[in-house]
């Protein structure tokens, strides 16, 4: 039997791809259109929002929402990817390392700034993944991009390990933080642990393992997650009439907008455009 349309939010385990989670959702859905709303490396766990039939053309946009994250970062060995799966590229005491010093300089890293991701990353150049051109051998210098910090809480401080906690705009690389954080206190850092504890609205509560959603697969259903996850405007009839359409409307829209009909219906997605709103996708 094939799932609705709507979200699955995963709890990703350890040593899986964010590709395969895709594969066993496709499985236990009865359906091919399956996608997910931004990658989770394989040493990281947490959570992973998936798309099923018509929702998935809601992932690009959940994919620019807030992030979190729980972190532990290594002080003292730097890694090729920044994190424990790569090679050791250096090493430094840590004995001299104050801990105010740490509270201090990841405290920094606060606001927006601007963050050069991981080498081993998804970021393309010249239309290739980073990552595919560094595993043939290429030297891949990425361009700093702007990022925002919302919050990063610094739990304990363990010699070399600092567990913390991160809340970030997409696109920032925990990992970079770590790299970042090493350097500037002078003996270099990686990732050591990564578990993402919510994609916008969507946290560890709503999430689900594979197995669990073997038993059971809890689908939000389309227009639930719409509301949970954007603005939310309710339309007059003539109003739904225009959208079933794909009609600009005279709506004052700060952002992308989900719209519904008088019935509860979703209808669309619109955002301010040229002084009106328009159509961004339209699910009737």
């Known amino acids: 039997m094939t799932a609705g349309s709507g979200l699955v939010v995963v709890d990703k385990a350890g040593g899986m791809t964010s590709h395969d989670v895709v594969a066993r959702v496709r499985r236990l859905?009865?359906?091919?259109?399956?996608?997910?709303?931004?990658?989770?490396d394989p040493m990281a766990t947490g959570v992973l929002v998936l798309g099923v039939g018509r929702a998935t053309r809601l992932l690009g946009h959940l994919?620019?929402?807030?992030?979190?994250?729980?972190?532990?970062?290594?002080?003292?060995?730097?890694?090729?990817t920044d994190d424990a799966e790569g090679e050791v590229v250096a090493t430094a005491p840590t004995d001299g390392l104050d801990e105010a010093e740490v509270q201090r300089?990841?405290?920094?890293?606060?606001?927006?700034?601007?963050?050069?991701?991981?080498?081993?990353?998804?970021?393309?150049?010249?239309?290739r993944r980073a990552y595919e051109r560094v595993r043939a051998g290429e030297q891949v210098e990425l361009a700093p991009r702007r990022v925002t910090i919302h919050e990063l809480v610094v739990h304990e401080v363990a010699g070399a390990d600092v567990r913390i906690s991160v809340r970030c705009?997409?696109?920032?690389y925990v990992r970079a933080i770590a790299r970042d954080a090493g350097a500037a206190l002078g003996v270099g850092g990686h990732l050591t642990a990564l578990r993402r504890t919510a994609v916008g609205?969507?946290?560890?509560?709503?999430?689900?393992?594979?197995?669990q959603l073997a038993d059971d697969l809890a689908v939000v259903p389309l227009a639930e997650a719409a509301r949970r996850s954007f603005p939310v405007v309710d339309l007059d009839e003539a109003q739904a009439r225009d959208?079933?359409?794909?009609r600009a409307l005279a709506l004052d829209l700060e952002g992308v907008t989900a719209l519904f009909a008088p019935d509860g219906e979703f209808l669309a997605?619109?955002?301010?455009?040229?002084?009106?709103?328009?159509?961004?996708?339209?699910?009737?």
Do not use: C, N, W
């Not at 705009?169 to 920032?172: A, L, N, P, R, Y």
């Open 169 to 172: 705009s997409s696109g920032t």
């Open 243 to 246: 959208v079933r359409f794909g």
């Open 105 to 127: 300089v990841l405290a920094g890293f606060v606001g927006e700034i601007d963050q050069v991701p991981t080498a081993v990353s998804a970021v393309k150049v010249d239309g």
């Open 29 to 40: 859905a009865g359906t091919r259109k399956v996608g997910h709303a931004g990658t989770l």
């Open 269 to 284: 997605l619109y955002e301010p455009r040229d002084g009106v709103a328009r159509a961004v996708a339209v699910f009737v």
């Open 201 to 211: 609205a969507f946290g560890l509560d709503a999430a689900r393992t594979l197995e």
């Open 63 to 80: 994919m620019l929402t807030e992030k979190a994250y729980d972190a532990t970062i290594r002080l003292g060995v730097a890694t090729t």
